[in-house]
Every structure is written in structure tokens, then in C-alpha cells.
DNA sequence: TTTGGTGAGGTCTAATTAGGCCACAATGGT
DNA sequence: ACCATTGTGGCCTAATTAGACCTCACCAAA
């Protein structure tokens, strides 16, 4: 979940935004994003779709991060 | 939501678990598993986590379904 | 007919998320 | 120095999930 929350972050730089803006084009609270890269909610279904219209990914790839280790 | 409970219960079946059988794998009650796979609730991250357990699968796989349409 | 497994759905409580708003420190321009 | 932006976290209420348990209809096999 905190892995979630790094990779969520890093793809939201990657495309530019800041939190406000994401906010904007995900109608999720700016607030509430910041929690969630920081691991501290357990997002559910719906949230995790519209962070993926947000960045314009497929949800799926929010998922894509190393799963474990990494090493 | 209910594609995503579609794509779940055949990803089930593939692997030829019973709900009670799945139940087991991943410690969610079949009653909710049920649920899910009719798409009445709006599951958790870490619900999501633990359904992949139970199919051995990357959690992205469960989002990997037709985004839309299908015809 | 009885037994066993399966999917389905109801109920209840506790815990958590959703959603929205606000304030603050730090930073970067201008 | 000033102003705008950014990230962060607190706060609140309403709504929903989690988690657990129970019951039922249905089907198949013994």
C-alpha cells in the first residue's frame, strides 16, 4: 500500500501535475491524494479507477510496480 | 465494477476454486466473495490484494479485462 | 430420502473510507 | 518583501466496507 502510494506519486510527476491539479481532473480532494501516496488509506475500487482517468492510465498499470523486492 | 466482478469469478473458476475454497485461500468469507463477483460492493485495495493471493495472480491481473466495450 | 457442497443474500457491529473544508510550513518566483 | 503554489495533515459527518455468522434453494450423489 505504501509501494502503491510511491508509485501512484512517481506517475503523477511523470505526468506533471501537481496535487490540485490531479484533484481537479480526478475529483478526488487534493488531501485525500497526498494520504494516499503516503499509504495512509486504503483506497477502494472506484478511487482507484478515477486516479487512473486522472493520469490517463489504465488501471492496471497503477498496479505495476515492482510487487516485492526490488533488491 | 460488475466487469470487474465478471473477470474475477472467471478467473475463479479457471483455477477451479469453490467460493468456500477461495474463502479459504485468502480469508474473506465466501459471502463477500460472492458479493464481489456480483459487483455489490466496492472492495479495498488490500481486498484486492488478497483475492490475487488466493488466484496466485498479480493483483494488475484482475484489473485486465476489457476496459470497455466488448460488444 | 438424506447428506454434502455451492452460490446467494440477509443481518449486525465496528472500523474505515469518502468527501469536503481549513490551516500551515516551505518553496519559488517576481 | 510579497504572492502564489505545493504538499501535508487535522477535523467533521455521512456512507460504506470489513468481518463474521446464519439461512436458504438447488443440485448431485449415495
Redesign the interface.
Known sequence: ?KR?GENLRKLRKEKGLSLREMSYACSIDNSKIAKIEKGMI?????T?LQLAVALEA????L??YE?EVTN
Open positions: 500500500m502503491f486504503n483506497i477502494t475500487f472506484t482507484l489504465q488501471p492496471a498499470m498496479l505495476e510487487p
